[in-house]
C-alpha cells in the first residue's frame, strides 16, 4: 500500500499508529492487511495535506466525519482559518519583498564604495540602521 500510495512504509505506520488510517487486521505472520477503504482514506489524507492541511486538522476532520456528521461545515472553518493565514502572509511577503527591493537598490548605489569600508557590507548595515 505504502509503495502504491508513493510514501514510504514508515510514514504509512504513523498514519496508522496516529489514527488517521483505521486499524488495518493483520495476518497470522503478523504483516497488516490494508482494504480498498484504507487506500481511500489514505488518498484523502494526501490530498488534504496537499492542499495545506495539517495531520491534526485532518485528523479533525475524519472525527467529525467518524461521529456520523458530515464535516463540510468543519471543513469551510478551517479553510476560512487558512484563507486568513495565507492573506497574512502574503502581506508579510510584500513588506519583505520591498524590503528586498531597497537592499539591493542600496547594494547597487554603495558598490563602487563597499571595499573601502571597514564594514562586513554597507548596504546591509544602512538598511538595518534606517529599519523602523
Known amino acids: 500500500m ?4 508513493g510514501i514510504n512504509t514508515r510514514t504509512l505506520r504513523y498514519y496508522d499508529r496516529i489514527g488517521l488510517l483505521a ?4 495476518t497470522a ?3 497488516r492487511v490494508y482494504t480498498p477503504r484504507d487506500a481511500e482514506r489514505l488518498a484523502f489524507i494526501r490530498r ?3 492542499i495545506g492541511l495539517s495531520l491534526a486538522e485532518i ?4 472525527a467529525v466525519r467518524g461521529g456520523g456528521a458530515a464535516p463540510c ?3 469551510r472553518t478551517l479553510a476560512e482559518a487558512k484563507i ?3 492573506d497574512a502572509r502574503i502581506a508579510e511577503l510584500e513588506v519583505l519583498g520591498a524590503e528586498m527591493r531597497r537592499l539591493a537598490e542600496r547594494a547597487r548605489d554603495v558598490e563602487p564604495t563597499c571595499y573601502r569600508r571597514s ?11 534606517s529599519a523602523p
Open 2 to 5: 505504502a509503495r502504491t500510495a
Open 23 to 26: 486499524p488495518s487486521s493483520r
Open 29 to 31: 505472520a503478523g504483516y
Open 48 to 50: 488534504a495535506q496537499g
Open 59 to 62: 485528523a479533525e476532520i475524519i
Open 73 to 75: 461545515g468543519h471543513v
Open 84 to 86: 486568513a493565514e495565507i
Open 119 to 129: 564594514s562586513v557590507c554597507a548596504a546591509i548595515e544602512e538598511s538595518s540602521a
